[in-house]
Every structure is written in structure tokens, then in C-alpha cells.
């Protein structure tokens, strides 16, 4: 079936369209009875869904938390599961706006264009290409647009407390190429402990980090202590201050992505470190020589007790993201990534014995298990087929230490945007997608949608 020539027919449409939802700001918002999300996201969903009934397809809204458009007959379906809301533009954007949607030099800019606007107009481009050809699928064909993915999924959880419909099999374009088979789980925790001080060494601040998926590359410490204090400190990037009564203890790291802290330097974890070279009493120097001890600058938390491993998706991973002391209370934001083949039942009982062998206890906890779809699954086959046929190359599958709507769907991998070697532009300043990229996604989604849609 040759529907390419309508991808590329149809390319100035499909941009139009794209920089239009671009256009819309659709950052989670304040809630409104008919905007659960923000007006701006609800906004946005409207807008793709008239735009699904301009190309033919018909559509549902689910009280603005999730909408769908689709294509064919049949007691089954298979969906496509893309999401239309965005993270803040954040700052140093020099090429473009952030939402302009502005194209140049073969690259159209904005938040969105590649997480996840881009690619999910791109699979509704590629099934108006599959109608156009004269396509019948087996299957119904249904592009799902979801409203709350960088913010929780929870869109998702009402999708399926409501009656949505479970696919057979599917994928969300919002990966890598060519298939990301397994997802570790991932656990987002808050430990705490209240300190009783006592000695010459009092902390009165201890705080670095913005969340807790992200490995800090800046940590601060404020004590009243003696003057002689900052002598006691040597420590490879840290910085040690005085200031009236005591001293200031910064320490720098290397910034990484919580699902690969290997990759960085956490700053938290080398400020423990610091402040347990001072000759702290009680509580204070329990619980720093617990952070410096159990965690440290480790990332695959074996002073924890937590190390585990499988062949499928490497090491379990400990990321301490964001650290706060306020009114006596240390809280300690960790996300803990653990392998496509163990469970959170084998992780969090160890997790939460060293934490309360240190002081701590757990004051808050979001766990999302493991996926694993095995090669000889039908929907491996059939998108590892489309993958080589479309590309000339390989279907390497590969399992990540991230987490995407596959997690939130059953019978769902994902599959793109993100081609091998290509750089990953999401969150990130000056987001882009290429034209041409965009275009060849919706090729081979469109090859994939058929594919699937095969009984």
C-alpha cells in the first residue's frame, strides 16, 4: 500500500497544523469544571480534535481529560497514545520562541515539537494517509490524546476508571527508535527525619535539588558552629564560607537525568560527605554519616541494600534528587529505578529498612512497576517488521530507566520519535524536530498503524 505520497503531499498542511498547536501554551494549568488540567490544555485538545474531524475521523472527549479520534470496524483496537500537554517553557531559548512553532533551516522550533506534538500529529497525518489509500483495517485504528503526561498520567488512570477501552496492542511515539521493550520501575519516594540537635555544631539549612528525577548539580549547607570549623572540611568541589557564626558548606555536582545518575554528579550526596568530616553530635552526625555512608555519590544503591541487576535493563539505579531542612525535619526526595525483571516487592521492603536504619521514614511514595514486552510477542514482530522495512536497519530492542505512557496503557511499547544517534531535544532549551524526521515518522507510523490493524 503506497501512502507515502500523501504524507509528502500533504507535508505544508501537516506544519501548518503542527505550529498551531504549537502556538498553544499547554502547560498544566489551574483546574476549571471543564478544564481539569488548564484551560490552555483543554484548549489544545480541542483544537486537535476538530482538527481530527477536518481530516474525517470521528471523535470522543472524555470531560477534556482524554480525546481520540478513529478509523475502521471491528470488535478490536489497536491505539496510538500521544499527549498534547507540555512541560514550561523554562529559559535560554535563543534560535526561536518557545511557542512560536517557527520553521527554518529545515527545523521547526517550540515546546512540543518533539515531546509530543510533533510526533502525535505526525501519526494523525499518517492515518489520514492510510484512509486516503483506501486502507480497511481489521482493527480499529485509534490515536489516543492524552493531557497529563508530564505531570502524572493521570489522565490515564481516569481514561481506564471510566470505561476506556483497552487496545490489543499498541505503541505512544514518544521513545526512542527502533523499540523500547522495557521500562524499569520506577519508585519516587520521601524520606524524612527530625533532628534533635545537640553539641557546637547546629545545621540550620541543608538544601539542593529541583526534583526528584533530575541528579542536582548545586547543594548548600548553613551551620552555627566554632570559627575554627572550615578547616575541618578538604573536599574535591566544595566550597566551605564563613559567615556570622558559623559557616556555609557548598558543593557542586553534575547535573544527569534521574534514570541514569551514572551520568552525573550528585551534589547532595558529595555535601553529606562534606559535613561528615566535622565533628557533629546526636542526631546530626547520625544522619549524615548515614547519608555520606549509604549513599554518598553511589548510584546503584549497594550501601543501601538495594543493588539488583538483570541482562535485559542493567542495574538498579538510586537517584537523591532534592533535599530540604525545615522546622528540625531533613526530607530526602530519591527516585529509585529498579530492573525490568524484578518488583517493587523485592525492592521497597529493602528501600524502606535502610531508610528507617538511618532515622528516616517514608512520607511519601508514587511507584510505577516494571514493563517488559518479550521479541516473540505479536506486537514486537509486527513493529520490529515495519521498523526494518521502513529504515534498512536493525530492530534493536532496547529497555530504559525512563518512563512513558506505556507504562500507563496496557499492551503498549514505544516506538519513536527519537531515531539512533539522533539527539534528544526534549525539555531542553530550542526544542526542534527536524521536517524531514517528522515526515519519515509519519511514514513509518503509518506502516505501523497498518500493520497493526491486520488481524
Known sequence: MNFKPYIRAHADELLADLTALIQIPSVEGEPAPDAPYGREVAHCLHETLALCEKLGFRTVSMDNRVGWCEYGEGEEMIAVLGH??????????????????????????GRGTMDDKGPTVAALYALAALKD??????????IIFGTNEETGCQDMV??????GEVPVMGFTPDGEYPIINGEKGIMNCVYARKLNQIGDYRLTRFEGGTAGNV???YAVAELICPADAASKIALDKVTV?????????????????????EQGENAIGRLALALSQLP???????????????IGLETRGESLGLAMRDD????????????AFAEDTLSLTLSVRYPVTKTYDMAH???????????????????????????????????????EEQTGEKAVLKSIGGGTYAKSIPNLVAFGPVFPGDEIREHKPDEYMEVERLLQNAEILAAAMCELAKA
Open 241 to 261: 564560607t564563613p559567615i556570622d557564626g558559623g559557616i556555609r558548606v557548598e558543593a557542586a555536582g553534575v547535573s544527569a537525568h534521574g534514570s541514569t545518575p
Open 280 to 294: 557533629l553530635e546526636g542526631d546530626l552526625a547520625d544522619c549524615m554519616a548515614f547519608l555520606a555512608d549509604r
Open 133 to 142: 489509500a483506501g486502507f480497511v483495517p481489521s482493527r480499529r485504528i485509534r
Open 312 to 323: 535485559l535493563s542493567g542495574e538498579l539505579t538510586v537517584n537523591l534528587g532534592v533535599a
Open 349 to 387: 521492603p529493602r528501600l524502606e529498612r535502610a531508610f528507617s536504619l538511618g532515622g528516616f521514614y517514608e512520607t511519601k511514595m508514587k511507584h510505577k512497576a516494571a514493563i517488559y514486552m518479550p521479541p516473540e510477542s505479536e506486537l514486537i514482530r509486527k513493529l520490529s517488521k515495519v521498523y
Open 158 to 163: 481516569w481514561y481506564l476508571e471510566h470505561g
Open 84 to 109: 498534547l500537554d507540555v512541560v514550561p517553557a523554562g529559559d535560554g531559548w535563543q534560535a526561536a520562541e518557545p511557542f512560536s512553532g517557527e520553521i527554518k533551516e529545515g527545523r521547526i522550533y
Open 215 to 217: 541528579s542536582p548539580a
